[in-house]
């Protein structure tokens, strides 16, 4: 099996456990599931190290997940120090 269909079976198994789990809690806020699924994201890359043929698009999509990642987190966390 090649590294990028590994990552996308990988991917694809984290992130359905991980909504279908939020699900059946009852979650319904969506900066739960966004996070969750970047982390599935990141996770997946760490175990496969799958190749990319464009590196520039990747890696303008790793800035602009770990800004999203940020800010929710940074939000999450000033509304359970400061709420």
């Given at each position: 099996?090649k590294?990028?269909?590994?990552?996308?079976?990988?991917?694809?198994i984290?992130?359905s456990?991980s909504n279908?789990?939020?699900?059946a809690l009852?979650?319904?806020?969506?900066d739960?599931?966004?996070v969750?699924?970047?982390l599935s994201?990141y996770?997946s890359?760490?175990?496969?190290r799958?190749?990319?043929?464009?590196?520039?698009?990747?890696?303008?999509?790793?800035?602009?997940?770990?800004?999203?990642?940020?800010?929710?987190?940074?939000k999450?966390?000033?509304?359970?120090l400061?709420?």
């Amino acid at each position: 099996m090649k590294k990028t269909d590994l990552f996308i079976l990988l991917y694809t198994i984290l992130s359905s456990l991980s909504n279908i789990w939020l699900t059946a809690l009852g979650e319904d806020r969506w900066d739960v599931y966004v996070v969750l699924n970047i982390l599935s994201f990141y996770i997946s890359t760490a175990v496969t190290r799958p190749a990319y043929s464009k590196r520039s698009y990747y890696m303008l999509l790793n800035a602009i997940m770990i800004g999203v990642f940020t800010i929710l987190v940074a939000k999450r966390v000033y509304e359970v120090l400061y709420a």
